[in-house]
Each structure stands twice: as structure tokens, then as C-alpha cells.
């Protein structure tokens, strides 16, 4: 198992200092790739205990402000809506948008499930040289005028 | 009235502590020293909201937040200096007093975070869409609008349009809990794909 500390928060935190609405923050944590991985390796007991314990502690730098709303966003992208609704209940004192985000998820919640296909490489044909056999040139045989004879061979 | 003085000075360095409960005791004391304790309550609170309303008399409701900024805070505020060469960055600090809808509608006193209270300013206040460019004149607000869900994700107030070049277009905002800045249209962070301009007329 992955833990928090093996993400690169950069994105998430630009955003957090950049976001003038809760929907903006949404927008950039949604298309954040480190988002994406972390609701890709952890499960939604992972992300919700990891939640709990981010929403206790009184923020005291950015990374602390902003993980609560990562950890929703993780959520909602895992599809499942109970443990997203488990999230929202939860409740971040400190994160002042979490609740508007949650229910912002809740609402527009579709659900989908992440399934991971496995398809044969395929054949790759590599150009060959062209040989003798395969060769379609077709060659017509031209009678000349009677009489000219001199192309004659 | 030395014993006193002593106290405060306590206090004072309390707020340098970087416990946050400490600090906030320490900045309510100060303030009941001031203060007193009923005035003491509105003036310190760290999360709070004005009364504001629109021409119509109805609330806007706001988010005043009086938490200083956080180191990394601070320290992604200086990246975006570095990062927006062109634009040109007022030397105001990082905060989260007021956002730039906060800038725009609400003249730095307090944030405002929601689109449809943005909508409610617009429509209250007697705002009008600008739909020629050409037109556009310092004074004049421009609305970031985002293509993906129609959130009003930033605004700006114009402070430079020249009718014959569309491209010196520049706008002062606020970029989230980070400084101002006065930047071209298209040179921040937000989407600029989908703006809108509107005028108070009178």
C-alpha cells in the first residue's frame, strides 16, 4: 500500500492557493493526475480512514489544508456512493468548501466502476523485401506492324 | 498597570507560537485588553461574515477569514511571481480576507465563493453584459466563466482597454488566497475560453 506521502501534492496545492470557488478547486483536483493515482491504489477504507485522520488536526500548512478535499475527490472518483456519503458525513471543521464539494459530488454523482482490461499485443508485420515470387509485374507481348522490322531483336 | 502591560507582552509572543490554538487565545485575550469582551467577539473571530447586501437590500452572503496564510501558502503565492512574467504583481500579501469576486463586487472587505451569489450581484446591482469588445473601458468587469460547469471561477476589473488593440486588455484581480495581480486577459490561471464583460451604468 501507497501512503500519503508518496504523491507530489504540487498540482493539488497550486490550485488550493489559486481557487477563488470551491467548484474551481473541484475542477483542478478532478483532472489531477496524482488524484487519479491515489484513488487507483488506496481502497475507500484506506481514503476514509485516511480522511479522518487529516479532518482531526487544525491545519497548519498547505498540505494539511488541502488534503481533505483530495481525499473526497479520490473518493468520489472510485464511483461508490456509499463510502462517498460516509466521507461527506464525516465533515472537515477547518476545510470551509468540504461540505459544499461533497454535496456538490453527491448531487452530480454517476455511478461507474473501474475495470481493468487485458488485450493481446498486436501481431506487428514488419515490411519484407520484395522477392522474385511475389513480384506482380505482368509483361504484354506488343506485336509491331508487319513489315517494320527494324526493332527487330 | 506595569503588571499589565507584562501580560500583553505574554500574549504578543504567544501569537508568534506556531500552535494555532495558543495563537488564537492569545489574539482573543489581546483583543478583550482592547477591547472588552462584547465588541472583542465580532473583531477577532477568524472566520466570520459581513453584512453586505445588494441595491436591492438582499444579503450577499460573503466569507470573511482572517487566518493568516500558511507557509506553503506563501511560498506557492511567490512560484506564481515567478511563473506569470508579463503580468504585473502588487506587492499585496498572500491572504484569504477576500478572494477576487471579493476584489471585484465587495471592494476587499470580505470573499465571496459563489457563482450564483455572483449572479445575484450582477442581476441586483444593475450590471450590463458588454457584448463589443471595442467598447470595453478601465472600469468595466470581466467574468471567467468555466466551459466545464459554468462556474463564474474568476473575475477582474479592467484597467486598461484600448478599442484599437483588443490585446492590451489588462485586468486587476486577486488570485485566490495569493496577491493581486494586473494581467492580460488570458495570462493566469483560469480558464479564459469563456469570458464575459459587464458595465455598471449607473
Known sequence: MKSQHDYNYRNAEVAFVTANTPLFLLRKLRSDPVVRAMAFDLSEDEIIGALRSAVRRNPTDIRDAVLPYLYLVALSIKGKVVPLKQAVDIGAPHAEWFKYIGNYLLKSFTPSTTQVVSILMPKVLLPQPPTPSSSTTTVKMLKYPKGDSSNAL | ?202
Open chain 2, 1 to 202: 498597570m506595569r503588571r499589565r502591560s507584562k501580560g500583553i507582552y505574554r500574549l504578543a509572543y504567544q501569537m508568534l507560537m506556531p500552535s494555532t490554538r495558543s495563537r488564537r487565545s492569545a489574539m482573543l485575550a489581546l483583543a478583550g485588553f482592547a477591547f472588552g469582551k462584547r465588541r472583542m467577539l465580532s473583531l477577532i473571530l477568524p472566520r466570520d461574515s459581513l453584512r453586505l447586501d445588494t441595491r436591492q437590500r438582499n444579503h450577499i452572503e460573503n466569507s470573511l477569514d482572517r487566518s493568516m496564510p500558511t507557509p506553503g501558502a506563501v511560498q506557492h503565492a511567490e512560484a506564481l511571481r515567478r511563473q506569470y512574467v508579463t503580468a504585473k504583481h502588487r506587492p499585496t500579501f498572500p491572504c484569504s480576507t477576500y478572494n477576487c469576486h471579493g476584489l471585484t463586487f465587495a471592494a476587499r472587505r470580505t470573499g465571496i465563493s459563489d457563482s450564483a451569489v455572483v449572479q445575484k450581484i450582477l442581476t441586483e446591482d444593475g450590471y450590463e453584459q458588454i457584448n463589443d469588445r471595442r467598447s470595453l473601458s478601465p472600469g468595466d468587469i470581466v467574468l471567467y466563466i468555466s466551459s466545464i460547469n459554468n462556474d463564474i471561477e474568476h473575475s477582474g476589473i479592467v484597467v486598461d482597454a484600448d478599442p484599437i488593440d483588443p490585446l492590451r486588455l489588462r485586468i486587476l484581480s486577486k488570485w485566490g488566497s495569493a496577491h493581486e495581480v494586473i494581467h492580460g486577459v488570458g495570462d493566469c490561471p483560469y480558464d479564459a475560453r469563456n469570458i464575459m464583460f459587464y458595465r455598471m451604468t449607473r
